[in-house]
């Protein structure tokens, strides 16, 4: 492609109507390839959807089992290993929550601001709490400066399926 020289204001404009020409262009490319995309995904949508479902369903008995026979399943760790996966028990990662359904955020960033060591915890300008200052420094706040601060560190467990990597390679490979 050639490059305009701007030299003059007639060169200016005949630039701008380059851009301008090239804009257009590049709009009806992506409008044509979003289209395209989405003739795709339309043709694949329901199998995958139904996909999605069986998974489900299946995933939700194999996790009522592995919850009604835990004990004997998972004596000595909260997961089991297959040829062909790992599933199990796993902690989601810490979150930060209010210590009670009737302190709000707003109360939170107060209260903070009240205490000498909670400043560091507000975010500024629009002053909310700082989640990830204070998941930062979890192992260091004492039980009390969470409940002056009206806050609460959480976790929940959940159920797990994972393929082998091995797993997934070979199913990518039958695939291609």
């Known amino acids: 492609m050639k490059v305009l020289s701007i030299t003059s204001p007639e060169a200016l404009d005949a630039a701008v109507a380059e851009v301008v020409r090239l804009k257009i262009k590049h709009t009806e490319a992506t409008a044509g390839k979003d289209a395209e995309v989405a003739t795709i995904e339309k043709q694949h949508q329901a199998r995958i959807l139904s ?23 998972f004596p000595d760790k909260k997961s089991r290993e297959t040829p062909l996966a790992v599933f199990g028990f796993e902690f989601t990662p810490h979150r930060v929550e209010t210590a009670s359904k009737k302190i709000t955020w707003k109360e939170v960033v ?17 002053p909310k709490p700082d989640k990830d200052a204070l998941l930062a420094d979890r192992e260091k706040l004492k039980p009390e400066q969470l409940v002056a601060a009206g806050v609460q560190f959480c976790q929940d467990e959940q159920f797990f399926i994972r393929p082998k990597p091995e797993t997934a390679e070979a199913t990518v490979k039958e695939a291609a």
Request: with cysteine; charged share 30%; aromatic share 8%.
């Open 110 to 126: 107060k209260r903070l601001r009240r205490l000498s060591w909670g400043k560091a915890y507000v975010r500024i300008p629009d």
């Open 51 to 73: 996909l999605q479902e069986t998974i489900a369903e299946l995933e939700g008995r194999v996790q009522e089992y592995c919850t009604a026979h835990r004990a004997a399943l």
